[in-house]
């Protein structure tokens, strides 16, 4: 089992910057996937960025270039650091684990993100 703590998000205006943070605890070891998605009122969760064990990281094209995901391997916690805030990132951030063999999804409780126009 594998527990997780989201926190970070919050209310900003447009153009500004936001880092999420996700403390996982529990079964950590066999962690093979770190990701963040979110979800818009009306839509379908989606995937917003990635990073695997050994680092290589993907991100929806929605948020190349503005966002990163990066993770501390020590403290088992993954980043999402938003720049450049548009309203459309608008959305509950949910973090994501993927661990054990064969691979079981962890979800996070989610953490608002509101960006003012």
Request: hydrophobic share 35%.
């Amino acid at each position: 089992q594998v527990q997780l703590v989201e926190s970070g998000g919050g209310l900003v205006q447009a153009g500004g910057s936001l880092r999420l943070s996700c403390a996982a605890s529990g079964s950590t070891f066999s962690i093979a996937v770190m990701a963040w998605y979110r979800q818009a009122p009306g839509k379908q969760r989606e995937l917003v960025a990635s990073i695997i064990s050994g680092g290589l990281t993907n991100y929806a094209d929605s948020v190349k270039g503005r966002f990163t995901i990066s993770r501390d391997i020590p403290k088992n916690t993954v980043y999402l650091q938003m720049n450049s805030l548009k309203p459309e990132d608008t959305a509950v951030y949910y973090c994501n684990v993927q661990s054990g063999f064969p691979p079981r999804s962890y979800w996070g409780q989610g953490t608002q993100v509101t960006v003012s126009s």
